[in-house]
Structure formats: structure tokens, C-alpha cells
């Protein structure tokens, strides 16, 4: 039976054997540093628009001129795989959505 050593190898990167670092261990801090001043936390991020009730209604409003059938009618299609695309992805998943949280 072969045992392997115990020895720790040199680091790539000094002289030093991987022992005497402190891998893993950060002296500088990261991230983006967070003020309670003036400025916004949002600053520099992108413009979020959370939808709400009535903003998916008018989503799902589309379904009958988009795909002429009744919002029922479409998720069953969806579900059976009978509509595809983006459009027909979005309606779903809003629909399924609309249903679980308004009704």
C-alpha cells in the first residue's frame, strides 16, 4: 500500500510552502461599501419594475389579440405544448402567477 507524504508542496506563487499563507483570509475589504448618507443604494443599478396587479392584467389582456383564444383556452394550449415562443412563455408563467397570488 502506497501512503503519500505529508510534506506540503510550494505555492506557485512565493517561495513560502502553502502552510505559512493565510489562503482564503482578505486584508482589503470587497464589495461595494454601503453609506446611510444621501446617496441612493440603487445608484448605478438598473431601472427595476416590479409589476403589480393591475400591470399584469393588461399583460394578459393581450392573449386574445395575440393569440385569439381565451386566457383559459391558452394556458391549457401552453401546457400541452401547443403555443410556443417568448410571448406565449411570458403569458404563461403570468398567468400561473395571477392565479396563484389574486384569485
Known amino acids: 500500500m502506497i501512503r503519500k507524504s505529508k510534506k506540503h ?4 506563487f512565493s517561495v513560502r510552502s502553502i502552510r505559512d499563507t493565510e489562503i482564503g483570509i482578505q486584508n482589503e475589504p470587497v464589495g461595494i461599501p454601503f453609506s446611510s448618507g444621501s446617496a441612493s443604494i440603487q445608484e448605478g443599478s438598473p431601472n427595476i419594475h416590479i409589476l ?11 392573449i386574445e389579440t395575440k393569440f385569439g383564444m381565451t386566457s383559459d383556452e391558452f394556458h391549457t394550449a401552453w401546457k400541452e405544448g401547443k403555443v410556443h415562443g417568448h410571448e ?8 400561473e402567477f ?5 384569485e
Not at 406565449?88 to 398567468?95: D, H, N, P, Q
Not at 395571477?98 to 389574486?102: Q, S, V
Open 9 to 12: 508542496e510550494k505555492s506557485t
Open 52 to 62: 403589480s396587479k393591475k400591470d399584469i392584467e393588461v399583460e394578459l389582456s393581450q
Open 88 to 95: 406565449a412563455m411570458k403569458l404563461g408563467s403570468y398567468y
Open 98 to 102: 395571477y392565479k396563484d397570488e389574486y
